[in-house]
Every structure is written in structure tokens, then in C-alpha cells.
Nanobody
Framework: QVQLVESGGGLVQAGGSLRLSCAAS????????MGWFRQAPGKEREFVAS????????YYADSVKGRFTISRDNAKNTVYLQMNSLKPEDTAVYYC??????????????????WGQGTQVTVSS
């Protein structure tokens, strides 16, 4: 299986930046895609960004497009989420996820098989 370890969350002022990291280990050869989701108190977990591992195709939620960038480092088996121009509405617990099975759409939580522990991102006004 794929094991995920996240880091990089914290407190930042509006307009600032953070970079989240997600280190993957285990049977990474069976991984099709990696994604980032977030969940605010009282809200459902929502899609943020995804990247197909073999092709590096990326996809972003409209709410973060142009501000967030998902990337990968194959040598380190790590996926990153660079977050710029942060807004208070970005405040949430951010989760890294891995999809073991092929799917044409990696924007829904149901297609992911492994999840990280989550890291808190808080953006102050």
C-alpha cells in the first residue's frame, strides 16, 4: 500500500504563501494519481488539486486556480502544494491522497484509496 506523510501546514496572514509536502512510500508503482483535498469545520471535504503520476497532468478547483500549484518529485516520491495569495476562506485541514486504481476523474474523494493524516492551514485577515 501507499503510506502518506504530510507536512508544511501552519498559520499565515492573508496574501501570504505556504508549501505543503506529502511524502509517499510503499507500493508507489501502483499509484495512478495524487490529490489534495481540504475540509473546513462544518463542511464536506472538497477537491483542491490533483496530478496524474505518469503524465503529470494537473487539475485544479476553480477556487484555487491561478493561486495554487501541485507538483511532484519522482526521486523523492513527494507531491507538493504551493499555495500563494492565501485567503481566509482557504482555512481548512488539508489532506493528501493517493489513488491506486485507474479513473478518468480524480476530483472526487471516492477514487482515492490512501489518505494522509491532514495538516491544518489557517489564514488570518
Amino acid at each position: 500500500q501507499v503510506q502518506l506523510v504530510e507536512s508544511g501546514g501552519g498559520l499565515v496572514q492573508a496574501g501570504g504563501s505556504l508549501r505543503l509536502s506529502c511524502a509517499a512510500s510503499g507500493r508507489t508503482f501502483s499509484r495512478y494519481a495524487m490529490g489534495w483535498f481540504r475540509q473546513a469545520p462544518g463542511k464536506e471535504r472538497e477537491f483542491v488539486a490533483s496530478i496524474r503520476w505518469s503524465e503529470s497532468n494537473t487539475y485544479y478547483a476553480d477556487s484555487v486556480k491561478g493561486r495554487f500549484t501541485i507538483s511532484r518529485d519522482n526521486a523523492k516520491n513527494t507531491v507538493y502544494l504551493q499555495m500563494n495569495s492565501l485567503k481566509p476562506e482557504d482555512t481548512a485541514v488539508y489532506y493528501c491522497a493517493a489513488a491506486r486504481y485507474y479513473n478518468s476523474d480524480y476530483t472526487t474523494p471516492e477514487v482515492y484509496t490512501n489518505w494522509g493524516q491532514g495538516t491544518q492551514v489557517t489564514v488570518s485577515s
